[in-house]
T-cell receptor, first 112, second 114 residues
Framework: EAQVTQNPRYLITVTGKKLTVTCSQN?????MSWYRQDPGLGLRQIYY???????DKGDVPEGYKVSRKEKRNFPLILESPSPNQTSLYFC???????????FGQGTRLTVV | GQQLNQSPQSMFIQEGEDVSMNCTSS?????WLWYKQDPGEGPVLLIA?????ELTSNGRLTAQFGITRKDSFLNISASIPSDVGIYFC??????????????FGQGTILTVHP
């Protein structure tokens, strides 16, 4: 089954404790990206990757890191989480050009 | 960054009515996408538009890519209760530093009364 898998689905952590949210897709898509969703703001792109070893900043990259060492995986790293990073995060993948057909189920992160 | 203005923010309609929502931008886009998000789920792609002026249908859904490349609309005909959800437009950057960047509208919350 074609899918984008994010883990974990829910996470509560404390300020400053490094965390990683994993994202994996099984469709051989070149394009992957991360979004955060906050009430009234829609989805805002954090980082995106057009291919392996190619990553670019989206609209809200501050406080986040990503890596794309393999085509299927695109982890989101928060080196020192802060409460303003409490949000619902989505990973997505698609074909070349950024048409994202598939979103993951989301990760609800709470930073206290 | 680029911004999309999506309207209306919310709609309350009766089952069977037609629905229209739109997005406008100050920037041009290469691609317009429309998504639907159900509670607790990730967005699901409904329609993708790749050319200015393009009109595309998917069942009861019809979307158009504006001639100026700065706007798009989505129509839903004969709404049914399962159309309830949040609808998002998204534009894919046209080039330069915007190439590959996907910008979303704020969403339209649709409620359908039986």
């Amino acid at each position: 089954e074609a899918q984008v898998t994010q883990n974990p689905r829910y996470l509560i952590t404390v300020t400053g404790k490094k965390l990683t949210v994993t994202c994996s897709q099984n469709m051989n898509h070149e394009y992957m990206s991360w979004y955060r969703q906050d009430p009234g703001l829609g989805l805002r792109q954090i980082y995106y990757s057009m291919n392996v070893e190619v990553t670019d900043k989206g609209d809200v990259p501050e406080g986040y890191k990503v890596s794309r060492k393999e085509k299927r995986n695109f982890p989101l790293i928060l080196e020192s989480p802060s409460p303003n990073q409490t949000s619902l995060y989505f990973c997505a993948s698609g074909w070349t050009g950024g048409t994202e057909a598939f979103f993951g189920q989301g990760t609800r992160l709470t930073v206290v | 960054g680029q911004q999309l203005n999506q309207s209306p923010q919310s709609m309350f309609i009766q089952e069977g009515e037609d629905v229209s929502m739109n997005c406008t931008s100050s920037s041009i886009f290469n691609t317009w996408l429309w998504y639907k998000q159900d509670p607790g789920e990730g967005p699901v792609l409904l329609i993708a538009l790749y050319k200015a002026g393009e009109l595309t249908s998917n069942g009861r859904l019809t979307a158009q890519f504006g001639i100026t490349r700065k706007d798009s609309f989505l129509n839903i005909s004969a709404s049914i209760p399962s159309d309830v959800g949040i609808y998002f437009c998204a534009g894919l950057g046209a080039g330069g530093t915007s190439y590959g960047k996907l910008t979303f509208g704020q969403g339209t919350i649709l409620t359908v009364h039986p």
